[in-house]
């Protein structure tokens, strides 16, 4: 597959996830079509897009103190799974 067309793809499917997102405001479809992109074309402008559009609507959605919360116990459970790492290490 030429880099054109694959670029053509991954915008056309960007498009897609837009029009979900902005046009219908079907926040699952659209997080599920930018995750498709992201997974289809990671090196596209259009992954990067893609990222960004399901961090806003993220942001708009998530309180801003549950989506603390779940960073936290995230990276928690990061750390704890990666005990021998020197970022686990308390100061």
Do not use: G
């Not at 880099?3 to 219908?24: F, G, I, P, V």
């Not at 399901?54 to 928690?76: C, D, F, K, M, W």
Request: hydrophobic share 35%; net charge negative; proline share 7%.
């Amino acid at each position: 597959m030429s880099k054109d067309k694959e670029l053509s793809q991954a915008a056309q499917s960007y498009a897609d996830a837009y029009t979900s997102h902005y046009s219908e405001r079907d926040y699952p479809a659209a997080l599920r079509s930018y995750d498709q992109v992201i997974a289809l074309h990671p090196s596209a402008p259009e992954a990067e897009y893609s990222r960004t559009q399901i961090r806003n609507i993220v942001r708009n959605v998530v309180p801003a103190r549950e989506l603390l919360a779940a960073q936290l116990e995230l990276v928690l459970r990061y750390l704890k799974s990666n005990d021998d790492s020197p970022a686990a290490v308390s100061p």
